[in-house]
């Protein structure tokens, strides 16, 4: 069977699309998947072309037997909705080009989305070459946009984002939600094209606990700290403001350091709120390459998993929950909904209210005083994933569903 998967994000890039995308990659083509990836020249989140990507407007790669064609965007930090959309907009002209002057034949077309420009370039390239397209949403969009405070939801940009998805939904012949409550609310606004939930999770043969996490990580490791970190993109979602102010609040406790890896689309947020509220006790260290990130994570005596509370994040569970608790270090994460949910199941999660600075800061010190419960929690966590959310079973799951999807079409 042969797979063009259209992912805007794709490594050496980071952040969830691009992990996901990889992994379903990785574990698709062991099952005997022939696919291409069309992806965006490497630039995520810095704005910038990474080196030995630049100057070109197609470059072609291999990644676990499959050909990862990179196309032109306009290369930005996606500062803003015109920054957003130049970028977002040019990977959908490069891709269409890039397919109009090679025009293959395909089983089946899949995108990954958001962005959305991404699920709209593989619409119209199904459609031209007359083949299967399934959609994966990983977040459900205009919707999470208007949560994160991107646009208005009485602004045309909302209205215009609506109707986009509606005609998406009924252009797919197959919806991919990766959560239960992401699945309902699609089937509430187009309850006519099939849906199959293929959840997220975490490729364990990439995150696992790292014994020395010294030999990995770019910064000396002092062992006398208790360490708390955050480990990701700076997202939308991503409510990085209640870390730092936990941290001031923890001031008091020489002993306790807090780290932020990462970089993205909300940087110039996290700056703000680093200017304003001087943290003494907090090293952001920027971002890292995938290789080193399971060791930042062994690095923590405590992860945090921090989301805005806002209603449409209720129906996700951000992929660092799961490499967090793969690498067996204990969460407090910051959330409602789904979130807490799994949290609570797990028993390796600390679940707070979400924009609690005060609460998250309480919780740290409670906790570092207790250490035979952070060693319990350390215990659940990776068997909890190994039961629930394999990257491998769940690629394994969205195979079949596509054989079936080809075969019954056929």
């Known amino acids: 069977m042969k797979m063009l998967m259209i992912s805007q994000y794709y490594?050496?890039?980071?952040?969830?699309?691009?992990?996901?995308?990889a992994a379903m990659v990785k574990y698709l083509a062991r099952r005997g998947w022939d696919i291409e990836v069309l992806s965006e020249l490497p630039n995520y989140p810095t704005g910038k072309i990474y080196p030995g990507y630049k100057r070109v407007f197609h470059q072609q790669e291999q990644d676990h037997g499959a050909n990862i064609h990179r196309v032109w965007v306009w290369a930005n930090r996606r500062r803003n909705l015109r920054e957003q959309l130049g970028i977002f907009g040019s990977f959908l002209l490069s891709s269409l080009y890039f397919i109009i002057g090679r025009p293959r034949r395909y089983d089946v077309v899949y995108a990954t989305s958001p962005p959305i420009f991404a699920a709209i370039a593989g619409a119209l390239v199904a459609r031209l070459l007359k083949t299967r397209f399934v959609l994966e949403v990983r977040d459900i969009w205009p919707d999470a946009a208007v949560d994160a405070g991107k646009i208005e939801k009485k602004s045309f940009y909302f209205k215009l984002g609506r109707r986009i998805e509606h005609w998406l939904y009924r252009r797919a012949d197959l919806i991919i939600p990766v959560t239960g409550r992401s699945e309902d609310i699609i089937r509430d606004r187009c309850g006519k094209t099939?849906?199959?939930?293929?959840?997220?999770?975490?490729?364990?043969?990439?995150?696992?606990?790292?014994?020395?996490?010294?030999q990995l990580v770019d910064e000396p490791l002092d062992p006398s700290k208790f360490r708390v970190g955050y480990v990701g993109s700076l997202g939308v979602i991503h409510d990085l403001s209640t870390f730092v102010r936990a941290a001031r609040l923890c001031e008091d406790d020489p002993s306790i350091e807090f780290v932020i890896v990462g970089d993205g689309g909300s940087r110039a947020r996290l700056e703000e709120v680093l200017a304003e509220v001087q943290p003494s006790n907090l090293q952001w260290v920027g971002l890292k390459e995938h290789c080193k990130v399971p060791a930042y994570i062994s690095s923590f005596d405590i992860a945090v998993n921090p989301v805005y509370d806002a209603d449409i994040f209720e129906s996700i569970i951000t992929v660092k929950f799961f490499e967090y608790l793969a690498c067996e270090t204990p969460v407090i994460s910051l959330a409602r909904g789904l979130m807490k949910e799994e949290g609570d199941r797990s028993r390796a999660v600390v679940t707070l209210p979400p924009e609690e600075p005060r609460a998250l800061a309480e919780m740290i010190k409670r906790l570092k005083a207790d250490p035979e419960r952070l060693h319990k929690l350390s215990e659940r966590a990776r068997p909890f994933i190994v039961e629930h959310y394999s990257r491998q079973e769940q690629a394994h799951k969205l195979s079949d569903l596509l054989h079936d999807l080809v075969g019954n079409l056929n």
């Open 194 to 214: 099939p849906t199959r939930v293929i959840y997220n999770g975490v490729d364990l043969d990439h995150f696992h606990r790292v014994e020395c996490p010294q």
């Open 11 to 21: 490594p050496p890039e980071t952040g969830a699309g691009a992990t996901r995308s």
